[in-house]
């Protein structure tokens, strides 16, 4: 497992994407925030912050700490921080 191998060789502390906006909910995979039509809807099921929350308790089984970035400052395209 990549958190095991990563723990392995004396590495403490991982950096994970804690964010995936969109602004169509997709047909298959995952997300985390919708923002549409001026409204934010979270996702806190099986293909949303669930999936995050397995992510960060793998990472503490293998004695690793967890940095989120919780925006995406640098996406041309679609960028929640500044959509109003």
């Known amino acids: 497992n990549l958190l095991q191998n990563i723990s392995d060789t004396g590495i ?19 997300w985390f925030q919708l923002v549409q039509n001026g409204t934010t809807t979270i996702n806190d099921g099986p293909n949303g912050l669930q999936k995050l929350d397995t992510v960060v ?3 503490e089984q293998q004695g690793l700490y967890v940095i989120m970035s ?5 996406n041309p395209v679609f960028n929640a921080m500044t959509s109003t």
């Open 12 to 30: 403490k502390v991982i950096r994970i994407w804690a964010f995936n906006d969109v602004d169509i909910i997709p047909e298959s995979g995952t």
């Open 70 to 74: 919780l925006t995406n400052n640098w």
């Open 57 to 59: 308790q793998m990472a």
